[in-house]
């Protein structure tokens, strides 16, 4: 898997390049420090994923998500966020944003983003999903059920499908809702599998925005 890095820190893309290059399955192929100077950077080279930060000059992550997508909708964009930074996650899914991952995740949280981005299968990070659900109940007379409500999932999905929804609006993994459900964790993404063919999505971000949208 070729990845770029984008952080206007040097000390923080030094540090992911070390991490990184612990994996035999990844390579660094390049880094930039905003995002204009990613897009320069992809004229010559693309990757099958990006590692973007928030906060950057010139560019932000947000704005540089969008423009990748625009011109490269196959490369994947892992956004690297911090607790302090909620207000942007709504604004960076719905720019195209194939993930989000916590700066301070260890080296096996990361690498699992990274494959998992790469391979279509978005894993967004638990504590950033449940961050993401505390500020979309700050929508005046939103909740995960009224936006249930409003769209009746129970005329598209099966019972045991409605509640592993409810689960994710939660901001649940496939561990906890197995553990919840007592199903197994295959079982579980099998179900969100079934869950977004049926309401046309590719992922969970993508799922917790139709129903916030309804």
Known sequence: MN????DD???VRD????????????????EAVNGAELLHLLEGTVPDVILMDIRMPVMNGIDATKAVKEIYPNV????????NEDEYIFNGLKNGADGFILKDSDLK?????IKAAYEGTLLLHPEVTSKLIHALQQVPEYSAASGMEKKDL??????REVEVVEQIMQGKSNKTISAALFLTEGTVKNYVSRILDKLE??????LIIYLKEQ
């Open 76 to 83: 994947k964009v892992i956004i690297l966020t911090t607790f």
């Open 15 to 30: 540090g992911l390049k070390m991490l990184l290059s612990l994996n035999e399955e990844i390579r660094i192929i390049g």
């Open 154 to 159: 129970s005329n598209i999905l099966t019972p």
């Open 9 to 11: 820190q040097g000390i």
């Open 109 to 113: 949280e990361i690498i699992k983003a």
């Open 201 to 206: 999505l590719k992922s969970r971000a993508e």
């Open 3 to 6: 990845v770029m890095i984008v």
